[in-house]
């Protein structure tokens, strides 16, 4: 079955660099999570995209930006990279259930790891 | 969402059963009871969910009190490859991850 890819898989980038990662939700799939996981802490989650439109936002930094596009893969934008943005990166996609208060299971990709120096 | 709560570790032996419990105490109607785990540095993987009767599935059994305010999670015949990081979410869209428990299944 095909599952959620997210590339690169490895970036290293310099302090006050940029990145984009990029995440291919499962076939349609509608909407599409972003986290991030530092070094020996759980994951956080970062924003999400429903239908294109930004449907939550959680602790994302000013510095990082997102959108989902019309083929539903989403990037996601970092600018003036820190050091404490290395990380892990997880995209998570699913589909929304048609009922209001139904589940949605959320499928996570591999990942990207995200290194500053 | 509602807060959870978890034990930081705990054991398990190869064989056995894993009873892994979570306090949801202020759980709202409408909130599900999910559990994921993450092991090693894979992208977190769902196991079952659960809003009011107990589940099961091919992985493990959802056990949710009758007042929802706790859940536990059973794995039947734990095996190594369980050794993880369980994840006991209450969402009804968006997750929100906890400190979860992380599970070491012990020959």
């Known amino acids: 079955a095909a599952g959620v890819i997210q590339s690169p898989r490895h970036l290293i980038k310099e302090k006050r660099e940029t990145a984009t990662l990029k995440c291919y939700p499962i076939?349609?799939?509608?909407?599409v999570y972003w986290y991030q996981q530092g070094p020996g802490q759980d994951p956080q989650f970062l924003i999400s995209?429903?239908?294109?439109?930004?449907?939550d936002k959680g602790s994302i930094p000013d510095r990082f930006s997102a959108q989902q596009f019309s083929d539903y893969h989403s990037e996601l934008n970092m600018s003036s990279l820190e050091l404490g943005d290395s990380a892990l990166y997880f995209c998570?996609?699913?589909?929304?259930?048609?009922?209001?208060?139904?589940?949605?299971?959320?499928?996570f990709g591999p990942g990207t790891r995200l290194t500053v120096l | 969402d509602a807060k959870t709560t978890q034990p930081p570790s705990m054991d398990c032996a190869e064989g056995r059963a894993a009873n892994l419990p979570c306090n949801h105490s202020t759980i709202s109607g409408n909130e599900y009871v999910y559990w994921y785990r993450q092991i090693h540095s894979q992208g977190p993987q769902y196991i079952i969910h659960?809003?009011?009767n107990n589940e099961t599935n091919e992985m493990a059994s959802l056990i949710i009190t009758e007042d929802r305010k706790s859940s536990t999670l059973i794995l039947p015949h734990a095996t190594l490859r369980d050794t993880a990081v369980y994840y006991c979410?209450?969402?009804?869209?968006?997750?929100?991850f906890g400190a979860g428990t992380r599970l070491t299944v012990k020959p």
């Open positions: 995209f429903y239908e294109k439109m930004q449907s």
């Open positions: 076939p349609r799939h509608d909407t």
């Open positions: 659960g809003l009011k």
């Open positions: 998570a996609s699913s589909s929304l259930g048609v009922i209001a208060d139904s589940y949605n299971e959320q499928f």
């Open positions: 979410i209450v969402r009804v869209y968006d997750m929100r």
